[in-house]
């Protein structure tokens, strides 16, 4: 086909840690009953102008999740399970997508682990880990894309790389049987508690994994915000370092167009922080088949 058949859809993404709800929070944090309102007012304002944003969180109970959905609204749906059980239980990596605009064709929690299709901790991690996975078509357009979510382990280093091992092998085989399904694009969010100089990043970045960090593809000039650090602390905890390890990939990527990348604030003038991470988002162009 000519490039005059095809029309684009633009298709925003957004990974952010909320910092789980804890009973007692530490030097600089504020409660979740203070971060709440804030925090889900900068995702309205970042997916507000967006008809197909898809909104990666992690380290949600199931509390926040019910908070998170309230703010949104009616027109958002979410897909996730807890990690604890695979129910209500223990932490969730949701994705928050707008419902009205996507149909979610399938989805499913895997733990990260050895035993992916049951509730389990993996190699030395010290916590249960998952990835939400989801296929979702647009109802107007019909392009199809494939979102991950997950939170790597913050103790294995042996976790968080066989970690990254399972998720490039749950991307290449996830899309779809049907031979069309195979150039999806899969795009990949989350929390990897690994820096780019980290093994687990190293894995999911390799040249022969088809995995790319959207962050590498846009030129300088097309980047916003911060450059390179991503979780921030709560600013007060001298055990806690700022580093970069929320990251926003992406696997197949065909005629995808990628706009802009930027890692946006999490503190404003009030002095209270939304979160100890910073949200990551990117604008990616899909292609679709145009209507004749």
């Known amino acids: 086909m000519t490039p005059s058949n095809f029309a684009s859809l633009s298709i925003r993404l957004v990974t952010l840690n909320i910092r789980y709800d804890t009973k007692n929070p530490g030097p600089g944090e504020e409660p979740w009953s203070v ?127 066989e970690s990254a091992r399972l998720l490039l092998k749950l991307a290449s085989t996830w899309p779809g049987e049907r031979a069309p399904r195979l150039s999806t694009p899969v795009f990949l969010g989350g929390d990897f508690n690994s820096t780019p100089t980290g093994r687990a990043y190293k894995v999911l970045t390799e040249p022969n994994s088809g995995m790319r960090d959207i962050s590498d593809i846009l030129p300088e000039v097309a980047k916003y915000g911060n450059k390179e650090i991503t979780f921030t602390s709560f600013g007060d905890d001298p055990n806690e370092h700022p580093a970069r390890i929320d990251f926003l990939f992406v696997r197949g990527m065909g005629r995808l167009r990628f706009l802009s990348f930027g890692i946006l604030a ?17 604008d990616v162009e899909v292609p679709v088949q145009a209507t004749m």
């Open 266 to 282: 999490n503190k404003f003038d009030d002095g209270v922080y939304l979160s100890d991470h910073r949200p990551v988002v990117a």
């Open 35 to 161: 971060r709440c309102p804030r925090l889900c007012a900068q995702l309205r304002f970042i997916t507000s102008s967006q008809d197909s944003p898809f909104v990666c969180l992690q380290e949600v109970l199931h509390s926040q999740l019910t908070d998170v959905q309230t703010y949104l609204g009616p027109s958002w749906g979410r897909i996730g399970q807890g990690r604890k059980d695979g129910k209500e239980a223990g932490e969730y990596s949701p994705i928050f997508f707008r419902a009205d605009h996507w149909e979610c064709e399938r989805s499913r929690t895997f733990w990260l682990s050895p035993t992916p299709e049951v509730p389990s901790k993996g190699w030395d991690a010290a916590l249960e880990r998952v990835v939400t996975m989801g296929t979702f078509s647009h109802r107007r357009t019909g392009a199809v894309v494939t979102v991950m979510n997950t939170h790597f382990d913050h103790k294995g280093e042996v976790a968080r790389e």
